[in-house]
């Protein structure tokens, strides 16, 4: 899950306007963040390397650090202590504490597989991006928007005024993002564009995700807080 996982801090920072919207955007994909190093370290290697040949099918990769059940108390753990530390406040921390547990939890439904700890041991979620990408996309998109709807609702409530423009440029990154996910579900661009083969060396997929959900938070970052309303 992308998009329903950053849907979730901006409700988290609506709730708790103490604790910056960056921080609570980081603790949303904390698992998926620490995915991305674990990868380059060799603990979570990640196929297929090839960006264009990759669906949500057909990627593969044991998230044994980042994404399994006993794992998640240090993640857990580290990101209460940031937020403690960060904005002096316990709610803040558990504020994050709560976004991370809840990526876990909407990752059992729409995600990768997950286990108790190490692939050899009792699964614990749904795997859909690999048995049905198009259920676990159906699963993200009402997660998403369920989350948005509660916080333009209650944005409303508390007298926040946002320009139509603004609102479509938050609302349309969502959905870009899930229909973006919905067209590589099981078809990958090589495919869709008859793409020829193209060896470049080095894996090009993990590093087009780190920009994905970094461009991703710098633009939620941008559009959202309403004093930047424009």
Do not use: C
Not at 31 to 44: K, T
């Amino acid at each position: 899950m992308l998009a329903g996982h950053y849907a979730t801090a901006l409700v988290a920072h609506q709730k708790f306007p103490k604790g910056t919207l960056l921080f609570f955007l980081i603790a949303s994909q904390l698992q998926d963040l620490a995915w991305f190093v674990l990868h380059y370290l060799g603990l979570e290697p990640t196929e297929p390397t090839d960006v264009f040949d990759a669906t949500l099918s057909n990627m593969t990769v044991d998230m044994l650090y980042s994404h399994d059940l006993l794992p998640q108390i240090f993640w857990l753990v580290l990101i209460f202590f940031v937020g403690k530390f960060l904005f002096k406040s316990n709610k803040i921390g558990l504020a994050g504490a709560g976004l991370v547990l809840t990526h876990f939890i909407l990752d059992l439904f729409s995600g990768h597989p997950h286990h108790i700890f190490g692939a050899e041991s009792h699964d614990i979620a749904l795997g859909l991006y690999a048995s049905a990408p198009v259920l676990a996309i159906v699963i993200e998109a009402v997660v998403t928007i369920a989350a948005l709807w509660y916080f333009f609702k209650q944005e409303a409530q508390n007298g926040v005024i946002r320009t139509s423009k603004n609102k479509t440029a938050i609302i349309g990154l969502f959905a870009f993002n899930i229909l973006f996910m919905l067209s590589i579900s099981t078809t990958s661009f090589r495919e869709w564009f008859e793409i020829p083969p193209l060896d470049l060396g080095f894996n090009t997929n993990i590093p087009i995700l780190i920009f994905t959900y970094l461009g991703m938070i710098a633009y939620l970052n941008y559009f959202v807080p309403p004093s930047k309303i424009h």
